[in-house]
């Protein structure tokens, strides 16, 4: 009688190539989606005990400790913002306006771009604070 030998199957193991896949996806999901992420200046924002979390105007005005002023991340002297936000707020019904400042900025200066502000049209200014802790 002819004797076969028994085939033994190598089990290489765990095939970790869909694992991979998996992670290279998550891995690009959130890199893409930190990007879209609303950015944000680096401010040292002042606090407040009655800071509230309320929804996003399509107008963000930051001003910097050094007194740049940036209209939804685009940088505008006080000449030029007046226009830029009588541009922005004629396509809108809405005229609210969300206005970040860092700490150091000078109170007169907040002032004024309140008051540009107000005179492009502005109906509604929130002023973003940090949470007091």
Known sequence: MIEFDEHESQHPGIDLTPMIDVVFLLLIFFLLTSVYAKPMMPLNLPEA????????????????????????????TLQELHGVLSKLYSATETKDL??????SVPFGKVVEVLDLAKQAGVENISVITEKKK
């Open 49 to 76: 005990q009655s800071a509230v979390v309320s929804a996003d105007p399509p107008v963000t005005i930051a001003i910097e400790s050094d007194g740049t002023v940036h209209v939804n991340n685009q940088t505008a």
């Open 98 to 103: 969300n206005l970040m400042s860092d700490k």
